[in-house]
């Protein structure tokens, strides 16, 4: 049967069409609901700013705040609420072409119902656990990995993470430090947690210079080095083990290790 003809599921042809969106959550909502309601799977589901010269048709899907309302709160009634929490950590990983995996996901559960994020050897579901699994891996990770530098009584630190796991960092970092004022900028991400005054919020940050750290800093970042070298058992080295449980691509950002690099 031509690819054209095929019926996926909840009734949706797949078509030559590429959705472009504002890359925001409300506006991939929108692109399922343009799916749903137009009776197509398109090809793609790319932001606008990303989206590359094609000879396939383009269709800029429009954010509308109702339409992303409706579509929101159909997930965790006609699906399940643990479809919802799955889809929107998903939105912030890394996936390659996670618009349309989250959507075929969608189509999947409106058809399913509520044991559609149980259904763990299905493709269009495994795809988004797998996503999930290596996103919060990496937000375990870093909860340890982060080093934050003293600049003035706040405290800065550096990140690159390939998933946008801010939102999840703020969580541990604010209950952590709640009495201090923090900065967190994700290089990869373009954006920073700032947590000052008791309020966390994330905003866009191209880039960002640090000023040169006092020599009371100083004399704490050599004491965390020598530290580091001196709990080192010699006979228990593990190179091997030391690069799984502390990727190398974390080091450039940790004191104790980057001189290795």
């Given at each position: 049967m031509p690819e054209k003809d095929c019926i996926m599921p909840y009734g949706v042809r797949p078509c030559n069409t590429v959705y472009l969106y504002d890359g925001s959550r409300a506006g991939f909502y929108c692109c399922v609901y343009?799916?749903?309601?137009?009776?197509?799977?398109?090809?793609?589901?790319?932001?606008?700013?990303?989206?590359?010269?094609?000879?396939?048709?383009?269709?800029?899907?429009?954010?509308?705040?109702?339409?992303?309302?409706?579509?929101?709160?159909?997930?965790?009634?006609?699906?399940?609420?643990?479809a919802l929490?799955?889809?929107?950590?998903?939105?912030?990983?890394?996936?390659?072409?996670?618009?349309?995996?989250?959507?075929?996901?969608?189509?999947?559960?409106?058809?399913?119902?509520?044991?559609?994020?149980?259904?763990?050897?299905?493709?269009?579901?495994?795809?988004?656990?797998?996503?999930?699994?290596?996103?919060?891996?990496?937000?375990?990770?870093?909860?340890?990995?982060?080093?934050?530098?003293?600049?003035?009584?706040?405290?800065?630190a550096t990140i690159?993470?390939?998933?946008?796991?801010?939102?999840?960092?703020?969580?541990?970092?604010?209950?952590?430090?709640?009495?201090?004022?923090?900065?967190?900028?994700?290089?990869?991400?373009?954006?920073a947690l700032i947590y000052q005054e008791r309020k966390a919020k994330i905003v866009p940050m191209e880039n960002i210079i640090f000023p040169a750290v006092s020599e009371e800093e100083e004399a704490y970042r050599e004491l965390w080095k020598r530290f580091y070298k001196t709990i080192a058992i010699e006979a228990r080295e593990n190179p091997r083990c030391r690069m799984t449980l502390m990727p190398k691509r974390y080091w450039a950002y940790m004191l104790e290790v980057e001189e290795e690099l």
């Open positions: 343009e799916s749903v309601y137009a009776k197509e799977l398109p090809f793609g589901i790319v932001p606008e700013d990303e989206a590359e010269p094609t000879l396939m048709e383009q269709k800029y899907i429009a954010p509308d705040r109702e339409k992303a309302r409706r579509v929101r709160a159909s997930i965790p009634k006609k699906i399940s609420p643990r929490e799955l889809v929107e950590t998903v939105f912030l990983s890394c996936l390659a072409q996670k618009e349309l995996a989250m959507l075929r996901f969608l189509l999947l559960g409106y058809e399913r119902g509520r044991r559609t994020a149980d259904m763990l050897g299905h493709p269009d579901v495994a795809v988004l656990l797998n996503a999930e699994r290596h996103l919060k891996s990496e937000q375990n990770k870093l909860t340890g990995f982060v080093r934050f530098s003293d600049y003035d009584g706040v405290l800065a690159a993470p390939k998933n946008f796991i801010l939102p999840y960092l703020a969580r541990h970092f604010v209950r952590r430090y709640v009495n201090e004022d923090f900065l967190i900028f994700d290089k990869t991400h373009k954006a």
